[in-house]
């Protein structure tokens, strides 16, 4: 009776339920906010600034709590939020790993490896917390696909990025670092490239390069002048981090990038009349850029680097003679860690190992290394079928840079960083089947 004098009640269509059959609770504010914050504090948060605040996250020293970002706790906490509010949390979890079963297989690795690294008392405890936990579950939580929740990552990434490459030029014509690198609280007096919001300068070049192949082929919902403008001031910031790879990388698949999406605009027979006049005004004015840049000095940084690597290049050689000295029981399982240190002093790669295939084999065996790598395949194809397929020029950019140094091998947050900037960046068109984004034109100048 009371339902008939409440009137008709309106059908709930069938998207509204999940798999199981149960119904999916939208996202709450809390949710969006926290996933908000969370990617603010990734990307502008480093372990210098968090130095200044007592709290030693690039280091040895200090509580073991110390070495997990912030911004993994927060997504640690908003998706135990997020499995309260849906009404039972195991649901949740079989919810989302329906949507993201590779996300979810990933999760599961890493956590199961967390426990294998914790028991046998190796190295890496923390890393694999942050580099592959927290972006498996921030991943998840993105999987409900709130547009909301998108929205303002769109804007937390542009809007923090800019702020980081203009203070990497004021470091860069000042020559002082606002939030130095520093291991245990020392910092790096000679090396003077800029570190920005991001903390190291490799990881800046890293985070900045991705972010210049993602405005040239995602990032649909800003204009062409504004797209020019932010590329042209995150490649000058490429210059103070002074990362090598990035700029050549950056350089070779942006450059060829623009000259085929030229041509394929130009064999339309069809020309916005204000981006050719924008880009015939930019050629003109590039002899003279480029010559007042090197007046000033801004090349001097970037041949500096090309000249005197630090012996990265020769970092790269020494490592492979690393596994002539080690058995195949100790490839398989992973060598004595003390041994290691010793073999890598006397080799002279106290810098590291600077690929995380050969480190990650080297520390926890190869086995260990292959679960991993096999997790972190299928993820980094679920992400990328989950974009727009701009996604392939930053993805390939991403997959040729982190074989470049240490990477996901230790503890960083680029990862997360760049999942996050994939599915913010190249978010499908809402509504659009999976057959619809494969004949997409890519978005182009």
């Known amino acids: 009776m009371a339902s008939v004098l ?33 990617v603010l504090l990734l990307f502008s948060v480093s372990g210098g600034m968090l130095w200044l605040v007592g709290y030693n996250y690039d280091g040895l ?19 135990i939020w997020r499995s309260c509010t849906f009404g039972n949390p195991v649901g949740y979890a079989v919810h989302v790993a329906n949507k993201r079963p590779a ?74 670092l606002v939030f130095p690198y520093r291991f245990d609280g020392a910092v790096f007096v000679n090396d003077l490239r800029s570190t920005a919001l991001q903390g190291h300068p490799l990881s800046n070049a890293t985070v900045t390069s991705i ?22 001031l995150q490649f000058c910031a490429l210059v103070a981090f002074g990362g090598r790879s990035g700029m050549v990388l950056t350089i070779l698949l942006g450059g060829v990038y623009v000259l085929i999406r030229g041509l394929a605009q130009l064999r339309t027979g069809r020309v916005n009349l204000l981006g050719a006049a924008l880009v015939i005004v930019l050629a003109a004015l590039l002899p003279l850029a480029i010559a007042l840049a090197g007046y000033y000095g801004f090349f001097d940084a970037l041949l500096e680097r090309f000249v005197s690597d630090s012996g990265s290049a020769n970092a790269r050689v020494e490592m492979f003679d690393l596994f002539r000295h080690l058995e195949l029981r100790d490839l398989i399982v992973g060598p004595d860690v003390d041994l290691l240190d010793s073999m890598r002093r006397i080799t002279g790669l106290e810098q590291g190992i600077e690929n995380p295939v050969l480190r990650m084999t080297l520390y926890q065996g190869a ?67 999976r057959k619809e984004h494969r004949i997409a034109r890519v978005s182009s100048f």
Request: net charge positive; charged share 15%.
């Open 61 to 79: 020293q200090g509580s073991a709590l110390s070495k997990i970002h912030p911004s993994t706790y927060l997504v640690v906490l908003v998706f």
């Open 367 to 433: 086995f260990f290394t292959l679960l991993i790598f096999f997790g972190f395949a299928l993820f980094m194809h679920e992400v990328a079928r989950r974009c727009h397929p701009g996604i392939w020029l930053p993805m390939l950019g991403w997959l040729i840079l982190l074989n470049t140094s240490e990477s996901i091998a230790s503890k960083t947050t680029l990862l997360t960083k760049f999942v996050v900037i994939a599915l913010a960046l190249y978010r499908p068109a809402r509504g659009g089947g």
């Open 211 to 232: 972010y210049v192949l993602s405005l040239l082929s995602g990032s649909r919902g800003l204009s062409t002048p504004l797209r020019l403008g932010l590329v042209g």
């Open 103 to 176: 996300t979810m297989l990933m999760a599961v690795i890493s956590t199961v490896l967390l426990v294998v690294v914790i028991l046998r008392q190796r190295p890496g405890m923390a890393g694999m917390i942050d580099t592959f936990v927290a972006p498996a579950l921030l991943v998840l939580l993105l999987g409900e696909d709130d547009e909301k929740t998108f929205a303002w990552l769109r804007v937390v990434i542009h809007v923090v990025m800019t702020v980081n490459a203009l203070l990497a030029l004021f470091e860069f014509g000042t020559k002082h």
């Open 6 to 38: 409440a009137g008709p009640t309106r059908p709930v269509p069938a998207s509204a339920y999940g798999a199981t059959g149960r119904r999916v609770v939208s996202v709450d504010t809390l949710t969006r906010l926290g996933l908000t914050v969370a």
